[in-house]
């Protein structure tokens, strides 16, 4: 494998992240959530793109949840996360959101999370 083939697949992933960021913007009553996924933890957060500022976050290094987290697997702990986060959106008054996916497939750790957000009431 050279350098190339090597770097093709970051490339792709900027560029599909790039295209999309461009067509979604959050506000203050409907913000846009971006998901983060590392290769051990998941981050998602709320995000104002009017003032630029980020309004909730939650990730799977919150203390408040590390309890919950424990002998759980990944997708089960985005899920946590996403029902997390949901509940400090909903204690904000905020029942719609914009889901920013960050260029990665809705599957897996990012629909686990989506789901989450959902099951607290969370619309998008």
């Known amino acids: 494998m050279n350098i190339r083939e090597a770097i093709l697949p970051k490339i792709r992933l900027q560029r599909r992240k790039l295209s999309i960021r461009k067509k979604i913007f959050g506000t203050k009553e409907r913000?846009?959530?971006?998901?983060?996924?590392?290769l051990k933890h998941i981050y998602a957060q709320?995000?104002?793109d009017e003032r630029?500022?980020?309004?909730?976050?939650c990730s799977t290094l919150c203390?408040?949840?590390?309890q919950q987290l424990e002998n759980k697997t990944k997708?089960?702990?985005?899920?946590?996360?996403?029902i997390h986060l949901g509940e400090k959106l909903t204690k904000l008054g905020i029942k719609?959101?914009?889901?920013d996916r960050n260029g990665r497939k809705y599957i897996g750790r990012i629909q686990a999370l989506a789901e989450g957000l959902r099951s607290v009431g969370i619309e998008f």
């Open 75 to 82: 997708t089960e702990k985005a899920k946590i996360v996403g």
């Open 63 to 66: 203390k408040q949840i590390r």
């Open 31 to 38: 913000p846009r959530v971006s998901v983060y996924r590392s």
């Open 52 to 57: 630029g500022h980020t309004i909730a976050s």
């Open 46 to 48: 709320a995000i104002d």
């Open 96 to 99: 719609k959101i914009v889901f």
